[in-house]
């Protein structure tokens, strides 16, 4: 199931990034997120007198939603585009007329939405962690490393993951039943961002291991239940029905 899924995946990743506005969008991410990083630290830092663990945790507390909610913009994008723009391409039929169980397909779509973000995801964390460092070394070289800490480590690595699964389960859903891209993504934005700074705000309070741990297993929880839906809701037959 995984080989077949992956190889969907790997060519539907090279026809999604033919798109001008998917190769934009990292470029965007990056370009916010690091300058935002830098341009907060440099604020904070130029205010003077600030204490070294109230500077950590409220930067910890900023960079956090950054690195880990902007990156989710590819992810909905590509999601939006993975039934919908099928459709307007006019290749959703063939696709469907593989031999690929439901499964299979969905797993596909799945992966070309994830993989490319979380890619996104996870050079932005480096490159953030580079310039906020790089600013606090050189303006106050008395805070040595102030982010990220462990907790914040971990969670950048283990929340784009579980949050992507969440919002493309969302959108392959709301994706089938879109008439365009655009509204597809437009959709999937007013009701999945929302809901995800909602959730990462649960963690931002909690500011500990355990409400981490735990909120962690209730969004896999959550994953699940989307993916079993999505399932259900992804049969063919009607796809081709509505796409004809």
């Known amino acids: 199931m995984w080989k077949k899924a992956w190889f969907m995946a790997q060519t539907e990743m090279r026809m999604v990034f033919k798109s001008r506005q998917v190769r934009m969008i990292p470029i965007i991410v990056v370009i916010m997120s690091v300058a935002f990083g830098g341009i907060m630290?440099?604020?904070m830092l130029s205010s003077g007198g600030i204490d070294a663990a109230l500077f950590s945790v409220t930067l910890g507390s900023i960079?956090?939603?950054v690195v880990i909610m902007l990156p989710l913009m590819l992810p909905i994008l590509i999601a939006a585009d993975s039934i919908v723009g099928e459709k307007e391409r006019h290749t959703l039929v063939p696709l469907l007329a593989t031999p690929l169980t439901d499964g299979e397909l969905l797993l596909g779509k799945f992966l070309t939405a994830m993989i490319p973000g979380l890619l996104v995801a996870y050079g932005n964390l480096a490159l953030a962690v580079l310039v906020v460092n790089g600013v606090v070394f050189f303006?106050?070289?008395?805070?040595l490393w102030v982010w990220p800490d462990l907790l914040s480590l971990v969670q950048a690595i283990i929340l784009p993951i579980l949050f992507a699964i969440l919002a493309v389960g969302l959108m392959v859903i709301i994706s089938g039943r879109a008439n365009t891209v655009y509204e597809a993504y437009q959709t999937g934005g007013i009701l999945i961002l929302p809901a995800m700074v909602f959730a990462y705000s649960g963690f931002l309070l909690?500011?500990?291991?355990?409400?981490?741990v735990i909120?962690?297993?209730i969004i896999l929880f959550v994953d699940f239940i989307l993916f079993r839906i999505a399932l259900?809701?992804?049969?063919?037959?009607?796809?081709?029905?509505?796409t004809g």
Do not use: E
């Open 41 to 43: 630290t440099w604020l």
């Open 63 to 65: 960079m956090g939603a």
């Open 139 to 143: 303006m106050a070289p008395q805070f």
């Open 206 to 212: 909690g500011l500990g291991w355990l409400i981490f």
């Open 215 to 217: 909120g962690s297993i």
């Open 232 to 242: 259900r809701l992804f049969n063919r037959d009607p796809l081709i029905t509505r």
